[in-house]
């Protein structure tokens, strides 16, 4: 998220270490992949332990519902072997990948520590009993604090490494496949794909022409709109460097996505909870206006966590919030990165003129699985995986046993990769730095946005209702 700089002699020297370790790993290469394994190895190990009678629970500890301070202190001091244990397996995942992709341990690890501390102080938070009446949703209260923090407070330097916003998320993404049945994918799927289709058209064409009709260049123009149009950050990214836009105009949109997506995470739950949209319709609805897989999650997170603490009052199963915005974004949304950075790379290359050195960006097969979110693959396989193991039960054998001894782990270790994303997101926003974007790209994404919206609205509460609705029952 930050903006592209400079690049010195070290950093050259840098990139090409980075590229070098990158060819030799090849699937072990970046983010992307280590996310699909890390996800994948802890589903392996959940499933391991359950087939031989144990569970994951013990390691996959969160704080339970508390009165009084006392009892909060209790919990945590009762459990501190489990949460050491899960901090040392959080630790070694996260440090490996990181250790093989070239970062520094003796920077990332005590950063991580810190951040495992205060998202624990978050999640114990969260678990008092009034937490509902006061919206203290564990997502919300780690954006908001650590947009406090971090707009008043100094962070080192160090600090930085332990904020992985994007490997976090990716992580819990591949850990939420195990609490979506491949059989779900099957059926809501198509209809994910084509409402993100709708939404992304509309969306994409409606920043274009209004950046064109305000004097914006047509690439700069593009990168706008895919960036409000797909996935934000990731896809504004691949757009500007398919057709070759300037690094300042992929900076703006970057800034322009993270403004709106931080917005989004706290006036979607509230207009959904306004409006009486269930769980499912609402994730639908976060799925198809939000810009950034991170604040989506949060967003759709809190409107579960709401309905889990709303005694009734808000109508759909709480994890349907997430499971709906998950089809959406990363089934129905993310997949198209890469094309759009294959369409606009051709339109770039044979209708637009060249950059001024004559550098032509190249269109081919190869850019779309160089976008391609490889992510998605590991959602889906843990899937497969779980679907698989349910088939060998009943429905009430799979609720009585599978559920509480395999899904249940696997689900509170994902909200734990989601809380540190949240509490990261804050962390590395500068309020400050998202004022100096100028009034025309944000006129042209905000006309985006409105659009967004509404279509997205229109689509998840009325045309496709009934297949969201489906996943709240």
């Known amino acids: 998220m930050s903006e592209a700089t400079r690049v010195l002699p070290g950093q050259a020297r840098a990139q090409a270490v980075a590229a070098t370790r990158s060819a030799r790993w090849g699937v072990f290469s970046n983010e992307d992949w280590w996310s699909v394994w890390i996800g994948l190895l802890v589903i392996v190990v959940a499933w391991a332990l359950f087939a031989n009678g144990s569970s994951l629970k013990w390691l996959a500890v ?7 301070l006392a009892e909060a202190w209790q919990g945590v001091v009762s459990h501190a072997p ?23 341990l003796t920077r990332f690890l005590p950063a991580f520590a810190i951040l495992f501390v205060v998202s624990l102080l978050i999640f114990t938070t969260s678990a008092w009993v009034e937490a509902s009446r006061y919206n203290l949703e564990a997502p919300l209260l780690a954006l908001g604090l650590g947009l406090v923090v971090s707009n008043t407070v100094k962070l080192p330097e160090w600090f930085q490494s332990g904020l992985r916003v994007e490997f976090y998320i990716k992580v819990g993404i591949v850990l939420l496949g195990a609490t979506l049945p491949l059989t779900l994918l099957f059926w809501a799927g198509p209809v994910a794909v084509g409402q993100a289709t709708i939404v992304s058209l509309a ?57 709106w997506a931080i917005v989004m995470i706290f006036v979607l739950p509230f207009a959904s909870r306004a409006l009486g949209l269930s769980t499912p319709v609402a994730g639908a609805w976060i799925g198809t206006s939000e810009f950034a897989d991170a604040a989506g999650v949060a967003a759709a997170q809190a409107y579960g966590d709401a309905a889990r603490n709303a005694g009734g009052a808000i109508a759909g199963a709480p994890d349907a919030a997430v499971q709906a915005f998950t089809l959406m974004k990363v089934v129905g949304r993310d997949i ?19 950059s001024e050195d004559g550098v032509q960006a190249k269109a081919d097969v190869r850019e779309i699985w160089a976008r391609f979110p490889k992510f998605v693959f590991g959602f889906v396989i843990a899937s497969a995986l779980v679907t698989w193991i349910a088939s060998h039960y009943s429905l009430a054998d799979y609720r009585k046993v599978v559920t509480p001894d395999l899904v249940a782990p696997i689900s509170t270790l994902r909200t734990w990769a989601f809380t540190f994303c949240f509490l990261s997101i804050g962390l590395t926003t500068r309020l400050r730095s998202l004022t100096a974007t100028g009034w025309r790209p944000l006129a042209a994404f905000t006309a985006g946005v409105v659009v967004n919206v509404i279509i997205g609205y229109v689509l998840s509460v009325h045309v496709f209702a009934n297949y969201w609705n489906g996943l709240g029952g």
Do not use: M, Q
């Not at 274009?208 to 990214?237: N, Y």
């Open 82 to 104: 489990n949460y050491l244990a899960l901090f040392a397996a959080f630790a070694l995942l996260f440090g490996t990948g990181l250790a093989v992709l070239g970062h520094s």
């Open 203 to 259: 969306t994409f064409f409606t920043i274009f022409l209004a950046g064109k009709a305000l004097g914006l260049d047509k690439r700069f123009a593009a990168v706008l709109g895919v960036g409000g149009a797909v996935c934000g950050v990731s896809a504004a990214i691949a757009s500007g460097g398919a057709v070759r836009a300037r690094r300042e105009d992929t900076s703006v949109a970057i800034t322009l996505v993270v403004v």
């Open 62 to 68: 969160a704080p339970a519902k508390w009165k009084t």
């Open 336 to 354: 198209w990165i890469g094309i759009w950075a294959f369409v606009l790379a051709w339109v770039a290359t044979t209708r637009w003129n060249t």
